[in-house]
């Protein structure tokens, strides 16, 4: 079935955002390029079902916490201490988000993406930032979706547009649904520990109880919003109540991942992302990528799925 665009219907006095559908063998992809360049659905056919294989997005709601999927980027996660510095020069960035002290993921988010070429089971998203709400970065990122058999496939590119060296980082915010038979399992070697926020106060090797993934594990248990340090670049979610296992695996192993399992609802988030948390104050900024003008770094990201 061809790739289309449809225009939804208003919702009160908003009118929601565009959806374009992309379909291959058993799966379906819905995008909404304006919203941040995020993903609104993506489905397994089984009879004549859809199943989602991520949170369908709610498009009553504008925010992008909403969604199924959206891309971060030209940072991942918070930045604390108002901005950051590169050698002598200081460079403020801005809360970006209501209710979070921080700058949060990017400004990619919070921009329309635009459609460069879409076909039956790919689609090439585009955005030109300059200094978005006064950040100091001015990019080009790039997303390429892609339905393969069994799989989605999302490459996330940026490439440095500015007149000085910046550091980068990238990565992708899958919301994951789950109940109480659903296991997950992501190998890592530690975690940063936080304290009454999620900013990391440091490294442990020692992963404290119900939050150890390197078998197979529950999803039930206190609020995790922490990053794992090791990750291989493989995760295994199995589903036995939908008959159903995905998989993620990102080829460009920075060893960073990110667990968001907030207590009590249906839904967690195990992101791929290149650096940590506010990277750019730890020691030697590490998962940050300098990228002189003109050039550019890429995650590339697979999301498989089978029938149990």
Not at 28 to 40: F, Q
Not at 54 to 81: E, H, M, Q
Request: proline share 9%; charged share 20%; glycine share 10%.
């Amino acid at each position: 079935m061809p790739s289309r665009a449809i225009d939804t219907p208003r919702a009160g006095s908003r009118t929601l955002p565009k959806i374009h559908t992309l379909q291959a063998g058993r799966q379906r992809l819905l995008v909404t390029p304006e919203l941040g360049g995020s993903i609104a659905a993506w489905d397994w056919q089984r009879g004549d079902q859809w199943l989602p294989l991520f949170r369908p997005a709610d498009l009553d709601r504008p925010d992008l916490y909403s969604t199924a999927c959206f891309p971060l980027v030209p940072w991942s996660n918070r930045i604390t201490g108002g901005g950051f510095e590169v050698g002598a020069a200081r460079y403020p960035v801005a809360p970006n988000r209501a209710g979070e002290p921080y700058p949060i993921h990017g400004d990619g988010w919070l921009q329309a993406w635009t459609v460069s070429s879409q076909g039956d089971d790919r689609m090439t998203l585009e955005l030109n930032s300059e200094r978005f709400a006064g950040n100091p970065y001015t990019y080009r990122a790039r997303q390429v979706l892609t339905l393969r058999e069994n799989a989605l496939e999302i490459e996330l590119r940026v490439s440095n547009e500015g007149q000085q060296t910046m550091p980068f980082g990238l990565g992708l915010h899958p919301y994951f649904l789950h109940d109480a038979n659903t296991r997950l399992q992501f190998r890592s070697r530690g975690v940063w520990l936080s304290g009454n926020d999620p900013i990391p106060t440091g490294l442990s090797r020692k992963l404290p109880d119900t939050w150890d993934y390197n078998r197979p594990a529950s999803l039930d248990g206190p609020l995790v919003d922490n990053c794992y340090e090791g990750w291989d670049g493989l995760a295994m979610i199995v589903d036995p109540t939908r008959c159903l296992r995905l998989q993620m695996h990102t080829t460009d192993r920075s060893g960073y991942s990110l667990l968001y399992r907030p207590p009590g609802l249906g839904y967690f988030c195990l992101e791929p992302i290149t650096h940590p948390i506010d990277a750019f104050h730890l020691p030697n900024r590490p998962g940050l990528i300098d990228l002189a003008p003109g050039e550019d770094m890429v995650l590339l990201t697979r999301f498989g799925v089978s029938d149990l």
